[in-house]
């Protein structure tokens, strides 16, 4: 099967420009994640899709960062603008519908890693 | 807000020596699971445990969960040049949402 899809995997910007990255997930998983992760960190969760619905994005910055994930399938994620401190990998993920056997089970795309400058 | 640490932050062996990584929980977890980031990689899932005192074996590779489901470690036999990587322990906690929560990473490096 097919693993999740991102892109781009490299951006260098400037601060203050905005970036967007594409996910396109595991065909079926009907939940998707975005998640930051910084060097030397573990991930961090910014927002979790089940379906298009947002299921969780308390950990947001919501004054720059947003996510989308029209139709149920792919998803967005913006920085609008972008701060030195945003400089990290952003991952994608999925997983098959919460309450379905190994729903928590993550697939993570390759990442695109942002450098701002 | 919940927190999963985990210790050492690094570690360095020799090829055929034993690595153990540590990782405790804040709250108690419904299920704890762990995953390996190859240098320059993505986190790519090896296993998950839900019952208390839970072990299971992949290879080399022994996993346990705490009685308490508050703490779990991963255990490899005789290490292998292919053993290095991050290994990150990740949580779920009913007490926080069920969402997901990732511990800092043990760097394994393995010297051959």
């Known amino acids: 099967e097919a693993g999740v899809a991102q892109s781009p995997r490299y951006k260098i910007i400037e601060k203050r420009q905005s970036v967007a990255f594409w996910c396109n997930p595991i065909?079926?998983?009907?939940?998707l994640y975005w998640y930051q992760q910084i060097l030397g960190q573990g991930p961090k969760l910014l927002i979790q899709f089940q379906n298009n619905g947002v299921v969780d994005d308390s950990q947001l910055p919501k004054d720059r960062f947003s996510a989308e994930r029209l139709k149920g399938v792919d998803s967005t994620l913006k920085i609008q603008p972008a701060k030195l401190e945003d400089s990290a990998v952003y991952l994608c993920?999925?997983?098959?519908?919460?309450?379905?056997?190994?729903?928590?089970?993550?697939?993570f795309g390759a990442g695109s890693r942002l450098t701002v400058l | 807000g919940q927190q999963v640490m985990q210790i050492p932050q690094y570690q360095h062996v020799q090829e055929g020596e034993d690595f153990t990584t540590y990782c405790n929980s804040s709250t108690t977890l419904s299920n704890i699971q762990w995953y390996k980031q190859r240098p320059g990689g993505h986190p790519v899932f090896l296993i998950q445990l839900v019952k208390s005192g839970e072990v299971k074996k992949q290879k080399r590779l022994t996993f346990q969960f705490g009685e308490a489901k508050k703490n779990s470690s991963l255990h490899i036999t005789a290490t292998q040049t292919t053993d290095v990587g991050t290994y990150f322990c990740?949580?779920?906690?009913?007490?926080?949402?069920?969402?997901?929560?990732f511990g800092a990473g043990t760097i394994l490096r393995v010297k051959s």
């Open positions: 065909s079926g998983h009907a939940t």
């Open positions: 993920a999925s997983s098959l519908i919460t309450g379905t056997p190994g729903a928590n089970v993550l697939t």
């Open positions: 990740a949580g779920i906690s009913m007490e926080y949402g069920n969402k997901l929560v």
